[in-house]
Nanobody
Framework: QVQLVESGGGLVQPGGSLRLSCAASGTMFDIYAMAWYRQAPGKQRELVAVINSSRRTNYADSVKGRFTISRDNAKNTVYLQMNSLKPEDTAVYYC?????????????WGQGTQVTVSS
């Protein structure tokens, strides 16, 4: 089985920064795309940023220029650097990954980490 464990969430003032981490563990042959999603209260879960195995990235328009996704393949970890945070960034942030477990590719979710932007 594969587990994704997020860390780095918390309370931050508007304009501040946070760095989220998500480490994958378990039986894995390769990790393809890794992504961050978020879900605010009363809203649907939305894609924030995605990075593929070649480190090509894509971002939601709402976070372009403020958030940066990166990955360390040696550590099976994906990061989300969040700068210039706004109250509307408040949400539970979820890590997601496509994992090759030896011929079978499955999609996995982390448990989520709360990010609250408030003064």
């Amino acid at each position: 089985q594969v587990q994704l464990v997020e860390s780095g969430g918390g309370l931050v003032q508007p304009g501040g920064s946070l760095r989220l981490s998500c480490a994958a563990s378990g039986t894995m042959f390769d990790i393809y795309a890794m992504a961050w999603y978020r879900q605010a209260p009363g809203k649907q879960r939305e894609l924030v940023a995605v990075i593929n195995s070649s480190r090509r990235t894509n971002y939601a328009d709402s976070v372009k220029g403020r958030f940066t996704i990166s990955r360390d393949n040696a550590k099976n970890t994906v990061y989300l650097q969040m700068n210039s945070l706004k109250p509307e960034d408040t949400a539970v942030y979820y890590c997601n990954a496509d994992v090759n477990r030896g011929g079978l590719v499955d999609n996995y979710w982390g448990q989520g980490t709360q990010v609250t932007v408030s003064s």
